[in-house]
């Protein structure tokens, strides 16, 4: 590992501001970007970290923005030998390295995964902050911009291993975790599945498809969901929506995302799980031949998504990459 300052300073940088920027870099050896939403402000730090020789880190959720810099990017920093590793917050680590390891638990060749996402909260209740509120009101509005994006890399769909998973409709109720649920729309599933597809062609595993959900709760919040996101899905389509959509965001989320952000009594009686249903094959077992005959169930537990599991997951993925720079596979 290489040696670090012991004293602190702050170092201000603009991300409007070039020069700031690579003095920033030049001065660190890993940058962590939690300066969101990243389609607004995360390229300049990404550019002034591969020009500069700094290994960058964020918590971005947006996979518009995450797929892009894969996309403008990865050359630049292969041949700077610079890591860019996007999503190492809540999004996505708890996702990606829980279908890891659910796939090295089970005895045989896993298949299909799917999760549940389950966030539970004190009696005053829970809340986001603004900025996250942000990424999604943008990231919907300029959906149809990601389909578009994905055609440029040109990659040949993964291969179905075994029986092919039905899809789940836009709302349901669970009896996994026993209340109705919903997609979930955050960046886990590009981040498994851009994992799945390098260790299918680097390292000629058997992929695993993945689907996300999220725990909605009961009809209440069905009804209340279902007005709301009617709502929100109309704003987004226009400049004036979504202007009062991110002026007013504690209104038009129902208190869900505020510029404030949580209470720390909100924070520290918050807790999330996620949860994994996995099916394959045993041992011995042909997957091309029948119907999947074993499954496994399997759980990450954490404290508060946003302010506490997020910090804890950015930092040691920064400390794994000081230390663990050499078994990394080479590639940005």
Same mark, same amino acid.
């Given at each position: 590992m290489p040696e670090l300052r012991t004293d602190v300073e702050i170092i201000v940088a603009d991300v409007s501001n070039e020069e700031s920027l690579a003095i920033m870099c030049q001065q660190g050896l890993v940058i962590l970007n939690c300066v969101g939403p990243y389609r607004?402000?995360? &390229?300049?730090?990404?550019? $002034?970290?591969? &020009?500069?020789?700094?290994? =960058?880190?964020?918590?971005?959720?947006?996979?518009?923005?995450?797929?892009?810099?894969?996309?403008?990017?990865?050359?630049? !920093?292969?041949?700077?030998?610079?890591?860019?590793?996007?999503?190492?917050?809540?999004?996505?680590?708890? $996702?990606?390295?829980?279908?890891? =390891?659910?796939?090295?638990?089970?005895?045989?060749?896993?298949? !299909?995964?799917?999760?549940?996402? *389950?966030?539970?909260?004190?009696?005053?209740?829970?809340?986001?902050?603004?900025?996250?509120?942000?990424? !999604?009101? =943008?990231?919907? !509005?300029?959906?149809?911009?990601?389909?578009?994006?994905? *055609?440029?890399?040109?990659?040949?769909?993964?291969?179905?291993?075994?029986?092919?998973?039905?899809?789940?409709?836009?709302?349901?109720?669970?009896?996994?975790?026993e209340q109705y649920a919903i997609p979930f729309m955050g960046s886990d599933p590009s981040v498994v599945k851009r994992t799945q597809r390098f260790l299918y062609e680097e390292e000629q595993q058997s992929p695993v498809s993945y689907s996300a959900y999220v725990g909605i709760g009961g009809l209440f919040s069905v009804v209340k969901l279902f007005c709301g996101g009617l709502l929100f899905w109309f704003m987004v389509k226009f400049s004036l929506g979504r202007k009062l959509l991110t002026t007013f965001p504690s209104l038009f989320s129902f208190g869900l995302f505020t510029k404030s952000g949580p209470t720390m009594k909100q924070i520290e009686n918050t807790s999330f799980s996620l949860t994994f249903f996995g099916e394959g094959y045993s041992e011995g077992t042909d997957p091309t031949q029948g119907r999947p005959n074993a499954k496994i169930c399997t759980q990450v537990i954490g404290a508060e998504p946003g302010y506490v599991a997020t910090v804890s997951a950015m930092v040691q993925a920064a400390v794994t990459l000081l230390n663990e720079l050499h078994s990394l596979p080479r590639r940005s």
């Open positions: 607004f402000y995360g &390229e300049p730090v990404v550019k $002034a970290c591969i &020009e500069n020789g700094a290994h =960058y880190m964020d918590i971005c959720g947006e996979p518009q923005f995450l797929e892009r810099m894969q996309l403008e990017y990865h050359t630049k !920093a292969l041949d700077r030998g610079v890591y860019v590793i996007g999503s190492c917050g809540f999004d996505s680590i708890p $996702a990606d390295l829980g279908i890891l =390891y659910t796939q090295r638990q089970f005895k045989g060749t896993l298949t !299909a995964v799917e999760s549940f996402l *389950k966030i539970s909260s004190g009696p005053e209740g829970l809340s986001g902050h603004d900025a996250t509120w942000q990424s !999604a009101v =943008y990231g919907f !509005a300029d959906s149809g911009s990601l389909r578009q994006l994905r *055609k440029k890399f040109g990659h040949k769909p993964l291969p179905v291993v075994g029986a092919k998973v039905k899809k789940r409709g836009f709302m349901f109720f669970s009896k996994e975790i």
